[in-house]
């Protein structure tokens, strides 16, 4: 596989944008931290705040977080909570920009983050965006819009800017073209060998959260000029999807298991993956009415019933001609773990062959599911 010059920079681009978010308060932006995608972005940019992700993705918070939560709640939410409540103390290092934000806004998906919520509100002003679970229903869709105008209303109290309809609509067609960027990305991964490795794809696909938007754009930019570069060599390996849970920055294991043993990851179906960007807003409807559409659409697992994650998953599957899927879930994931049967059922009914890992951060079972990986990939060969 190639070196990229683009990937390089965005390995060193943490302090710089650190460096811009301390420039941005001292000027009096509002820092906004989110966990999901589905809290609209467009929204708090339209209010003139910025956005970081929160979401965890190390093992050496988790234990902080264990003095507060059970430890039979999934890692994801854990190294997050552990994060926050951490900030530089107990000897563990974080990310500093966990100390930074104004406000955090949460959304109503799993029943841990729940309440894990309501704890974190003794830490950091928290706000939460109800969804409903059911969404393909006309009173999901206006209770969501009930609930994304109140979010807006939030926005416009924390900035003390009003958002109007014209910014928007500027702020969706600027996310949309991030969106477009990566659609264009993710189409060269369909060359059989692909000319970048899935690990690395995942590394910017985790920072497309913290990156300002313009950064991640030129960022983009760049990389798809390297890749179309490249011409293809060298012999085809087991083309693998990974479907299941989020994998949160620092959190690379199972792709590097995978990658190293042979098989090379072509497609993500989860929130750090396709999920993100899969789906466009609608530029000519009205603006929030277009958002609440385009963001309940998103399958998490707490959707039920959730049809449109198997559809898609399958969807994905044709698209880059994947030779199997790795289902990969974080442990007391319930949605996902329970889901995994009915994906397991749709894709051996097409014909494709899975392979389910259940794990957390830690690194005491990478032997063991690296044996598991290396009879997959001999079975796909």
Same mark, same amino acid.
């Given at each position: ?52 992700? +929160? ?20 890692? +994801?939410?854990?190294?997050? *909570? ?15 920009? /966990? ?19 309501? +704890? ?5 002003? =928290?706000?939460?965006?109800?969804? @409903? ?11 969501? &819009?009930?609930?994304?105008?109140? *979010? ?33 990305? /993710? ?7 692909? @000319? ?5 794809? &995942? ?7 913290? &990156? ?19 011409? %293809? ?40 993956? =396709? ?23 998103? %399958? ?5 019933? !959730? ?28 949605? /996902? !773990? ?14 494709? @062959?899975?392979?389910?890992?259940? =794990?957390? /951060? ?20």
């Amino acid at each position: 596989m190639h070196c990229f010059e683009s990937l390089d920079h965005l390995k060193n681009s943490y302090n710089t944008r650190i460096s811009q978010i301390v420039d941005e308060k001292k000027a009096g932006k509002k820092l906004v931290g989110t966990f999901c995608l589905f809290v609209p972005d467009e929204i708090i940019f339209a209010a003139g705040a910025d956005r970081i992700i +929160l979401c965890g993705g190390k093992n050496d918070t988790v234990s902080i977080a264990e003095q507060y939560l059970p430890r039979n709640i999934c890692p +994801l939410i854990k190294s997050s *909570f552990g994060s926050i409540v951490n900030n530089g103390c107990s000897g563990v290092k974080s990310c500093s920009h /966990y100390g930074m934000v104004d406000l955090i806004v949460a959304e109503n998906t799993c029943d841990s983050k729940k309440k894990m919520y309501e +704890l974190l509100g003794d830490y950091v002003p =928290t706000y939460v965006i109800d969804l @409903p679970q059911r969404p393909d229903s006309p009173e999901a869709l206006n209770y969501f &819009l009930g609930e994304i105008y109140k *979010f807006k209303g939030v926005m416009e109290q924390l900035t003390g800017n009003k958002i109007t309809v014209e910014q928007l609509k500027m702020e969706i067609k600027s996310s949309n073209e991030t969106r477009q960027l990566l659609h264009r990305f /993710y189409e060269l991964r369909k060359i059989d060998p692909p @000319p970048i490795r899935g690990v690395d794809v &995942l590394k910017l696909l985790q920072k497309q959260y913290f &990156l300002s938007t313009e950064e991640l754009k030129a960022s983009l930019r760049m990389l798809i000029n390297e890749v179309e570069k490249i011409k %293809p060599d060298g012999t085809h390996k087991p083309r693998i999807m990974i479907s299941g849970c989020p994998m949160s920055s620092g959190n690379t294991k199972v792709p590097e298991i995978i990658e190293s043993r042979g098989g090379v990851i072509v497609a993500e179906e989860s929130c750090t993956g =396709t999920r993100s960007f899969w789906d466009l807003v609608d530029e000519n409807k009205d603006p929030m009415l277009a958002l609440a559409e385009r963001y309940i659409k998103i %399958p998490c697992s707490c959707m039920s019933p !959730n049809d449109r994650r198997i559809e898609n998953i399958l969807e994905l599957a044709r698209e880059f001609e994947v030779d199997g899927v790795v289902y990969y879930t974080l442990q007391f994931c319930h949605g /996902y !773990n329970i889901e995994k049967y009915k994906v397991q059922q749709a894709l051996r009914k097409a014909g494709i @062959p899975m392979l389910f890992i259940e =794990t957390d /951060y830690s690194n005491s079972d990478i032997e063991q599911i690296g044996l598991r990986v290396d009879a997959f990939l001999e079975m796909l060969s």
